[in-house]
């Protein structure tokens, strides 16, 4: 019998509610729980189910980087931020807390912060698309189009259907005055499933 993906994160989230019925102090499957949870959307358990992780293991780094997500997800920036720090002192060469914490920056306009932060994650993980974006967007925001264009290129390299990459480069393509390839660009991060503003669409209508 084939069994769906929602009746197997179901059967696995059962299972791990039996072997934590039998292991209660193990942080990992409280962690693994949270994590299925998180794919189910069952947030609040989640959130509570990765508390328990941290209490009974500190040095989940991961775990702090789901509670980071979590908090991002309710706009909580400075929360977020906050379990970012913690994972990444736990664990300086995981790259993904870094990158966490540059887009919080990028979302409180610390451009230079951000920056500072997206160069350290991809010190350690030079293919972590998004940071190459993010790090594509806080040059936009400084006004430095070529470095935007430049970075949100390398991340189309390593994967030529992600769609945010694109729109960067749109709008650093239109902050130049190179209407023709800013609407190229905007089609392409349309087509890959990307939702260009708005007002941007009825801006390059006329360079149509």
């Not at 390593?158 to 905007?186: D, S």
């Amino acid at each position: 019998m084939i069994m769906s993906n929602a009746n197997f994160a179901d059967s696995y989230i059962q299972e791990l509610r039996e072997k934590l019925a039998k292991a209660p102090d193990d942080a990992y499957l409280h962690y693994n729980l949270a994590s299925a949870m998180i794919g189910k959307r069952n947030l609040a358990e989640a959130e509570a189910e990765l508390k328990r992780a941290v209490a009974l293991d500190p040095e989940i780094a991961e775990a702090y980087v789901q509670l980071g997500g979590l908090a991002m997800h309710r706009g909580e920036l400075d929360a977020c931020l906050e379990y970012n720090q913690k994972a990444s002192t736990i664990r300086p060469r995981f790259a993904v807390p870094h990158g966490n914490m540059g887009f919080v920056y990028l979302q409180q306009h610390e451009t230079d912060k951000a920056i500072k932060s997206l160069k350290k994650a991809l010190s350690l993980d030079p293919q972590f698309i998004q940071a190459l974006t993010s790090l594509g967007s806080a040059y936009l925001m400084e006004g430095d189009y070529d470095m935007c264009i430049f970075q949100s290129s390398k991340a189309l390299e390593i994967e030529p259907h992600f769609g945010p990459a694109y729109n960067n480069i749109g709008l650093a393509y239109l902050e130049k005055g190179e209407h023709a390839k800013a609407v190229e660009n905007f089609d392409k991060a349309q087509a890959n499933g990307y939702e260009v503003e708005p007002s941007i669409l009825a801006e390059i209508e006329q360079y149509r």
